[in-house]
């Protein structure tokens, strides 16, 4: 019988500005607080296996072998931990190999946890760190980034569908509403359609970053951590928990090619749908049973594209829903309900792990008053590696 | 004051100065900044405004807060050439404040911009309102700028793409620090002022009320845990 | 005199690579042929053919990116995807007045050094 994975301890850091911290404090800090909120933290040294999930701490700190120090800084040795790096999906492929542990039976309790510090350098640094996951001689050596890159999807996107730059606003705008109302968020600050959009002054208030895509279509750069606690559903020791685990249903990850302009279709979002699929097949769900979801908004033309390609609605409708407030939290689909990387923050190796941590708080019932959703029974998320060629999808259950 | 003859030596000779047009900016919060000229008798506020940040030292906060304490102290005593001060406030509460000289009828020398109100490109918009009355309102035809902190000098130096005239220190220089200086000229202004200034004018009776009486800030995000 | 003309300076190039055994062409290079199999020695280039990537390509999708990375001094740059006849896709800059999606254009290379170490080859889509 296979064995069942699930989320037993949560933690996240406020996401922000944490550049004056050293990565393993913020990493440990997030860490100790999946411990504790698993009522676990002086057995700490119970764990089997720490999983570390980090982007690029060599580029963005001088720092390398983070899931070594981690170890050390929650005074855990001789756990095992190994990091694992998947860009900016290194969150969610970190709860991934995590529960490939489990279930493989060779770990029992497995503490997962995701972090980066990308302010202490500068937000000109921040980019071309990020780009270095693009073809160096193909896209890199060109002067491309990411946002470039979101430009152009969203172009072909808006020429093809119809979709507009007010549509975007909305979605920005839905995302800092929830964002404000959670602890954990970056910005916390609700904005407002008529400022970044319909105003007189809208066009140089929320300028260009890489037209189409304005600034608030763009999530910031963030430093933070999340943390989770996974467990063997059948070990003896889930009775030793404070909280009964939220069950992790389904997760599988795809590649695409690496370089952008070789995608079959440059509209097509494949290694989503693929990864998408795997993850229904290996919950035996289907996008319909999904209640909310928090899908990869580092673009926000990306929280559209992904949604249609993971089946929540036909290709190119995604943003009539928004216009009708389906995604709202009190919508028939709430997505990004934790304010998405846009309001929420984007720590390039913590995304994948705070989307899940976002995914049990919503299935616990534990989210913030006003972002609450009603009744939830599956959860999914969506983490993005590059653009678009390693992407991981992870769906939870209440059951 | 009484101007006897000795305080006429010592005030230095006035251009007159067009006022600047005030106009109201909406902040993506939602939020209306009215950014107006500020007046000589408002100095005590703008003065307490300032004081908190010159202790702090990230960012070049320090540098920048007690060198602008010095500029508006000047100008309300006379003691400095044709500088004007333009604030950005919230309700009242002031978010930001900028300071510049106008040196002769064809070149200004910005001196410095201070954004207490963070996240809301509150600087950037004060950084353009400066800019826009240097060149659009007292005409200009070049700003001599320059920069304390990188990220500011970033900004301008690339986003502005601002004549570089370091080369030619220490001849050209700016008055900030005697530095190498870079420059922003009519040519440059008008190829950027679309993208980087912006604002609704006339501003209306309302909000010119709410921005009449201007407010120090009671909180500062630069010092957690501030007590005026 | 000594003929140097085989180091002479001549103006920069993107390479395509072309599998021998089956035909298939590629741009940037595989170590394996995504069709036949075939692998690419890259010291050799036994089986691989290479041939300059120019000419005549037709505008997928641009943008104008205004935060550029950290070396870069421009205020703005200009970049696409484009598509050449052979069916081969590349991206690049743009140096172009007005880029309209479905454009022609024309594949040019320049050495540039605005990332950091030694220059490399950037392509410049103009009209």
């Known amino acids: ?399 | 004051m009484a101007i006897d003859e000795l305080e006429k030596k010592l005030r230095p000779p006035e251009i007159p100065l067009k006022p600047y047009p005030s106009k109201v900016i909406t902040l993506a919060s939602g939020e209306k900044m009215v950014v107006r000229e500020a007046r000589r008798e408002e100095t005590g506020i703008l003065l307490g405004t300032i004081y908190p940040l010159i202790g702090v030292s990230a960012d070049y906060y320090d540098i920048v807060a007690a060198r602008m304490y010095s500029e508006v102290l000047a100008w309300y005593r006379y003691r400095v050439a044709n500088e004007f001060v333009l604030v950005g406030s919230i309700d009242g509460v002031i978010a930001g404040i900028v300071n510049s000289r106008h040196v002769t009828n064809k070149l200004g020398m910005s001196l410095h911009t201070l954004a207490i109100k963070r996240g809301l490109r509150v600087g950037a918009q004060l950084f353009a309102a400066k800019m826009e009355h240097h060149i659009d309102v007292l005409g200009e035809e070049e700003v001599y700028i320059v920069a304390e902190s990188p990220i500011g000098f970033k900004r301008w130096m690339i986003e502005l793409q601002l004549e570089d005239r370091s080369s030619q220190f220490p001849d050209v220089r700016s008055e900030l620090g005697g530095v190498p200086t870079f420059v922003l000229t009519r040519k440059l202004w008008d190829a950027v002022r679309d993208v980087k200034c912006t604002g609704t004018r006339p501003v209306s009776e309302e909000d010119l009320k709410s921005a009449n009486k201007l407010i120090m800030p009671s909180e500062y995000v630069q010092i957690p845990g501030f007590k005026r | ?127």
Request: proline content about 4%.
């Open chain 1, 1 to 399: 019988m296979a064995i069942k994975v699930g989320i037993v301890g949560i933690g996240h850091t406020r996401f922000g500005n944490s550049s004056e911290y050293d990565l393993a404090d913020v990493m440990a800090y997030a860490a100790t607080d999946a411990l504790e909120d698993a009522g676990f933290l002086e057995r700490r040294r119970e764990v089997d296996q720490v999983i570390v999930g980090n982007m690029a701490s060599g580029m963005f700190c001088h720092q390398s072998a983070v899931a070594s120090s981690l170890v050390s800084r929650m005074d855990m040795e001789p756990v095992p931990a190994e990091l694992v790096e998947n860009g900016p999906a290194s969150g969610a492929s970190a709860i991934k190999i995590g529960y490939m542990a489990v279930a493989s039976g060779m770990a029992d309790i497995v503490l997962v946890v995701g972090g980066e510090i990308m302010r202490k350098v500068s937000g000109w640094n921040a980019t071309d760190i990020v780009a270095t996951m693009l073809h160096t001689e193909a896209e890199y050596n060109m002067g491309l980034t990411l946002p470039a890159f979101g430009g152009m999807f969203t172009r072909l996107y808006m020429e093809k569908y119809g979709l507009t730059e007010r549509d975007l606003a909305l979605v920005a705008v839905k995302n800092h509403k929830n964002g404000a109302k959670n602890k954990y968020a970056h910005i916390q600050a609700p904005c407002t359609i008529e400022a970044i959009a319909d105003g007189p002054e809208a066009a140089v208030v929320n300028n260009y970053i890489a037209e189409p895509l304005r600034m608030y279509s763009t999530c910031p750069v963030s430093d933070g951590a999340a943390a989770v606690l996974l467990v063997n559903m059948d070990s003896p020791k889930v009775k030793d928990f404070r909280k009964k685990p939220v069950r992790i249903a389904g997760v599988a990850s795809a590649t695409d090619t690496h370089c952008v302009h070789n995608r079959k279709d440059p509209l097509r979002l494949d290694a989503v749908r693929l990864a998408a699929e795997k993850a229904y097949k290996m919950a035996g769900v289907g996008p319909k049973d999904i209640s909310f979801a928090e899908l990869h908004d580092a673009f926000t033309i990306l929280e559209l594209a992904i949604s249609e390609e993971v089946g929540f609605f036909e290709r190119g409708t995604s943003f009539l829903a928004v216009r009708k407030g389906e995604t709202e939290i009190d919508g028939r689909l709430p997505i990004n309900t934790s304010g998405g990387l846009k309001s929420k923050g984007h720590p390039v190796g913590a995304t994948g792990v705070s989307q899940a941590v976002e995914l049990v708080r919503q299935l616990r019932g534990e989210a913030e008053e006003g972002r609450q959703v009603k009744n939830p029974r599956y959860g999914m998320s969506v983490n993005f590696g590059g653009f678009g060629n390693n992407v991981v999808a992870l769906i939870c259950a209440k059951d």
């Open chain 3, 1 to 127: 005199m000594i003929d140097f003309s085989m180091y002479g300076a001549k103006a920069p190039t993107i390479k395509a690579y072309k599998c021998l055994t089956c035909g298939t062409v590629y741009y940037p290079a595989p170590m394996v042929c995504g069709k036949c199999s075939a692998r690419r020695d890259p010291v050799t280039g036994k089986g691989w053919e290479t041939f300059d990537l120019e000419g005549s390509c037709v505008l997928l999708t641009w943008t104008r990116v205004w935060n550029l990375p950290e070396g870069y001094t421009e205020k703005y740059l200009l970049f696409g995807i484009v598509q050449f006849e052979n069916g081969l896709r590349a991206s690049g800059q743009l140096e172009v007045e007005e880029p309209k999606t479905g454009m022609k254009l024309n594949a040019t290379v320049k050495e540039s050094d605005e990332r950091p170490g030694k220059p490399v080859n950037v392509f410049v889509f103009k009209e």
